[in-house]
């Protein structure tokens, strides 16, 4: 993820995360190490609290969908290395 696409919002407008129940199932313990990550990392970012918890909700059975957002989370934080609490 170091030579990603920058992307500036953390998910799009206009989309809508659900169970998914059709989609291809990918690793869970690699999808809660990810969200893991994101949460501690919410303590100094707070702008991605939203989209990390709404991630967080599909642990259980995560599927490509739900990596996808949480891979664009990454995107947008790249961009914004340098945007953090004073």
């Not at 993820?1 to 199932?25: E, F, H, R």
């Not at 702008?47 to 891979?71: G, T, W």
């Amino acid at each position: 993820m170091d030579q990603c696409k920058v992307i500036s919002t953390p998910i799009s407008t206009n989309c809508q995360l659900d169970q998914d129940y059709a989609g291809k199932s990918v690793d869970q313990s690699k999808y809660r190490s990810l969200i893991g990550s994101l949460l501690y990392l919410t303590a100094s970012r707070p702008d991605i609290m939203f989209v990390v918890c709404l991630c967080a909700r599909y642990q259980s059975d995560p599927k490509e969908s739900h990596y996808n957002a949480a891979k664009r989370i990454l995107k947008s934080l790249q961009g914004t290395k340098d945007v953090g609490l004073w």
